[in-house]
């Protein structure tokens, strides 16, 4: 009886035991806190750098596509364009077949319909002699083979419905898988993803090659 009383841990004892685990609570506890921080951190600084990398590529992007756009694109053909008038006719566009092997252009200037094709997408073809008159007024006309895939045609039409000055029309026979053309100015592409064609349509949209700059390219027909 008495050895047992002997053994039982004096109140200082106690306390100080008390005292040991609650420090040692403590510093699990800043341990926990610490590594939550850490492992925020980490999750922040990963999410941050691709969206880092993003905006910097987004950024250099830009940049390239207006270097690019400050000068002629390469391949680019520019038309002199003799005369335009309003001609509710068919016309035989002498531009139209002047590529190789029957396949055809489209042209890019010159006497056409007073109506105006509605700028925006087309899944059909359209007439040159309205595709015309919205060139005379600063659109592009990008043009496609048509049966080009899927995805390279949902590009055109992005493109399109986010340019207010813009065509997109299948054109049968065309000499390539993609064309743009301006007033007086084309360049075939190889692809909807060619790199000059971004810089193609910041140079030329209401470029300075464009007639009547600022005309409407909508309440004509179509779209």
Known sequence: ??????????????????????AAQVRADRRRKALT????????????IPTTIVIINAQRDAVAVEQA?????????VVDIPSAT????????????????GT???????????VVQNCGYYAEPIRSENALHSLEHGAVWVTYRPGLDDAQVATLR????????????????????????????QVELDSAQDERLEP??????????????G?????????
Not at 200 to 213: A, D, S, V
Request: aromatic share 6%; proline share 9%.
């Open 1 to 22: 009886m008495n050895a047992s009383k002997k053994s039982r841990p004096s109140k200082d004892e106690r306390r100080a035991q008390v005292a040991e685990i609650r």
């Open 37 to 48: 921080i850490l492992v925020f951190g980490a999750i922040v600084l990963a999410l941050a």
């Open 69 to 77: 756009a400050s000068q002629p694109i390469e391949g680019e053909k």
């Open 86 to 101: 309003h001609v509710a006719r068919d016309i035989p566009y002498e531009t139209a077949s002047a590529a190789a092997d």
């Open 104 to 114: 055809l252009l489209p042209p890019t200037g010159g006497d056409h319909d007073p």
């Open 158 to 185: 992005d493109l399109a419905e986010a340019n207010p000055y813009m065509l997109v029309s299948p054109f049968k026979d065309l000499a390539s898988d993609v064309v743009a053309t301006a007033w007086g100015v």
């Open 200 to 213: 193609f349509l910041q140079r030329y949209l209401q470029g300075e090659q464009t007639p009547e700059p």
């Open 215 to 223: 005309a409407p390219c909508q309440g004509g027909i179509g779209a």
